[in-house]
């Protein structure tokens, strides 16, 4: 079972950009579909992107397409967020999210392995 640490969130003017980076622990790393999540207060968390284990299929939420790239080095067991065209409403916190099956479906349907702790995004207007 792989554990994650997500870093590089942060406080980030509208219009700008961050790159969130997830950490994985464990030697199954590259077996792993990839996703991120999101809970902005008072919000239920909700789905951003997913990748699936060697990254040739990704799904994106409709409020990021375009703005937002999942990408990950299974050489080094991290996945990356890349967020562009930062907006206000994209302030949350951003969880990284593990899933044994290997597939974007299996992140789209909840089959979610591993949490990371999160890390918090604010995009001031």
């Known amino acids: 079972q792989v554990q994650l640490v997500e870093s590089g969130g942060g406080l980030v003017q509208a219009g700008g950009s961050l790159r969130l980076s997830c950490a994985a622990s464990?030697?199954?790393?590259?077996?792993?579909?990839m996703g991120w999540f999101r809970q902005a207060p008072g919000k239920e968390r909700e789905f951003v992107v997913a990748i699936s284990w060697n990254g040739g299929d990704t799904s994106y939420a409709d409020s990021v397409k375009g703005r937002f790239t999942i990408s990950r080095d299974n050489a080094k067991n991290t996945v990356y967020l890349q967020m562009n065209s930062l907006k206000p409403e994209d302030t949350a916190v951003y969880y990284c999210?593990?899933?044994?099956?290997?597939?974007?479906?299996?992140?789209?349907?909840?089959?979610?392995?591993?949490w990371g702790q999160g890390t918090l995004v604010t995009v001031s207007s």
């Open positions: 464990g030697r199954t790393f590259g077996s792993y579909a």
């Open positions: 999210a593990a899933s044994r099956s290997g597939l974007v479906a299996g992140i789209l349907r909840g089959y979610v392995d591993v």
